[in-house]
């Protein structure tokens, strides 16, 4: 297991390369660039797997551990804590998904667009995420009525791209589509997810800084295979194995050239260390059991 301190990265060098925080710098060019990252997390006070909307929660229901859930969350954001800075949402009892704080919006500079879940056991989130950005200062800007988008679990901008990749045909509704891209300004790039176990575009895609990438392609439909194909060098895709893909390799945490995750095999490993990163892992087991990892436990805000 590799620890932080092989990490080396200059606060300047991560404004550059952490996904989101070079583009909000960008949006905010009459200030000074900014150079600390920072995260959304919420603690899983109230964390359970008590209704299934994914198939992990159908294995995972009744078999969280709380106390072992709010342990590796403290480990997460201890490692991330090390990086960047972080904030938190409030835990709210009845809310069991609230932890996942990549679905409470979809993120751009100093623009949020709060989340519209499919499932009605996670729309109570909706309002609370909403307030969030309000009292954050954020300008947020509401979707258009109808089509559900669940934030940055099924949109993810391309570090070197001016794309943002949307997950959809699960969660996501690709109608939504063009309404983003008019509110981000940038190209938006819809991709099929094909399999329930990897619902959101997080489980299976992983934007890397320099424009690499983290995929694993069975999740998608052929088209959208072929449009990533297209789209980045094969040189820079890391594609994962199916036992790299099912313990969330993908869902991962970019901090510089450092790859948060719960666990990568010594293939994936050496194939991140070829592009220049290092897998940081921390064991994230109990949040499998409803479906998530390290990169849906944080939502990237621009830095401070
Ligand atoms: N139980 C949650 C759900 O099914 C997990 C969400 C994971 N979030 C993510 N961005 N992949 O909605």
Redesign the pocket.
Known sequence: MNTLLEVRESRDHLARTVPGIARAADAHASRPRRARARFLMCAPAHFT?DYA??P??EAGAGRVDAARAMSQWTLLREVIGRHADVECLAPVPGL??LP?T??AGLVHGSIAVPSR???R??RGEEALNARWFVQAGFDVRALPEGPCV?????ALFDDVLDVLWMGHGV?SDVAAAPALAAIVGVEVRPLRLVDPRF?????CFCPLPGGALLWYPPAFDAASRRWVEASIDASRRIAVDAGDAFAFAC?AICLGSAIVLHRASGQLKQGLDDLGFTAIETPLDE?HK????A???TLALPGT
């Open positions: 797997v909307i994914n992990w929660m069991p998904d996942f990549a679905n879940f499919r499932h056991e996670r669940e934030g940055a679990g099924d969660r619902y959101h575009l997080d489980t869902n949040f409803s479906g998530g990892s990169k849906c436990l």
